[in-house]
Nanobody, 127 residues
Framework: QVQLVESGGGSVQSGGSLRLSCAAS????????MGWFRQAPGKEREGVAA???????SYADSVKGRFTISQDNAKNTLYLQMNSLKPEDTAMYYC?????????????????????WGQGTQVTVSS
């Protein structure tokens, strides 16, 4: 059974940094595409960043140059380093996994392509 558990959220001021983690279990981690998604109040869930099993990465335009996705296959853990945070980054952040390889296609950041989701971790950025 696939399990994803996020951690690392919190409250920071604009310009600050946070690192989110997602601990994965129940499947062969290294063979899955992993992604970070977020949902702000009153808005749809959107893709933030994704990393495929070959290490290729994708980012939403709104976070390029500020966020970095990475993973430690030995620890079955996905990370999202978030720098230069802005109030508009405030959202619940979710980790997701899928056994399909998306590479850097648009599907990598499409919520409908992922079947496995964590419960989320809240990120709040104040101005």
């Amino acid at each position: 059974q696939v399990q994803l558990v996020e951690s690392g959220g919190g409250s920071v001021q604009s310009g600050g940094s946070l690192r989110l983690s997602c601990a994965a279990s129940g499947y062969t981690y290294s063979s899955y595409c992993m992604g970070w998604f977020r949902q702000a109040p009153g808005k749809e869930r959107e893709g933030v960043a994704a990393i495929d099993s070959d290490g290729s990465t994708s980012y939403a335009d709104s976070v390029k140059g500020r966020f970095t996705i990475s993973q430690d296959n030995a620890k079955n853990t996905l990370y999202l380093q978030m720098n230069s945070l802005k109030p508009e980054d405030t959202a619940m952040y979710y980790c997701a996994a899928e056994s399909t390889s998306f590479g850097t296609t648009v599907q990598a950041l499409d919520i409908v392509e992922y079947n496995y989701w964590g419960q989320g971790t809240q990120v709040t950025v104040s101005s």
